[in-house]
């Protein structure tokens, strides 16, 4: 059944390629618009409606995406700390998920860090943390919460879109 069917195939290109080499330009044309609009509508509302879904939005974590557009909007004089409480493969000492913000905030060297006084740190090293204005850990849960509260009594915990931020005052 496969072989008829690449038979079959083969017969039908080589006679457009026929009419294609006889009306170059015309038949280009028309058969690239062709393309294009099959391309457009039998793909294009499956991808639209498909990337709106909240399932695909939290399986491509754009929570840190959110957080890094939040990061970028406020004053290079505060100082941000990016608690990284999520699992991951290392990379430089510091989990994966932290790359998302890294990339989007331009923060993935050192010098660009103290630049933009955005810095990443693990839960275990949360004592190494001066005079913070924000912390936002990358997953929120009561543990993470009572650790900041234990180093910074006078954090407030703030709910922004999908993440949660410590303002210490």
Do not use: C, H
Not at 16 to 31: H, M
Not at 68 to 73: D, E, G, I, Q, T
Not at 137 to 151: F, G, R, T
């Amino acid at each position: 059944m496969i072989p008829a069917t690449f038979i079959f195939a083969g017969i039908g290109f080589e006679f457009i390629w026929k009419i294609f080499q006889e009306r170059k330009k015309k038949i280009s044309f028309i058969l690239i618009t062709t393309a294009i609009l099959m391309i457009i509508f039998a793909n294009g509302n499956q991808y639209l409606a498909w990337s709106q879904k909240q399932e695909v939005k939290a399986s491509f974590d754009e929570k840190y995406t959110q957080i890094a557009n939040y990061l970028n909007s406020l004053p290079q004089n505060q100082k941000k700390y990016v608690l990284i409480n999520a699992g991951g493969t290392l990379v430089n000492n510091i989990p994966m998920p932290s790359q998302s913000i890294m990339f989007i905030t331009n923060t993935y060297t050192s010098i660009m860090q103290q630049e933009k006084n955005i810095f990443y740190i693990l839960p275990e090293n949360i004592k190494q943390i001066e005079n913070p204005n924000i912390i936002i850990p990358l997953e929120y849960n009561e543990q993470i919460k009572q650790n900041i509260k234990d180093y910074f009594p006078n954090s407030q915990v703030v709910n922004w879109e999908n993440f949660s931020i410590f303002k210490i005052n």
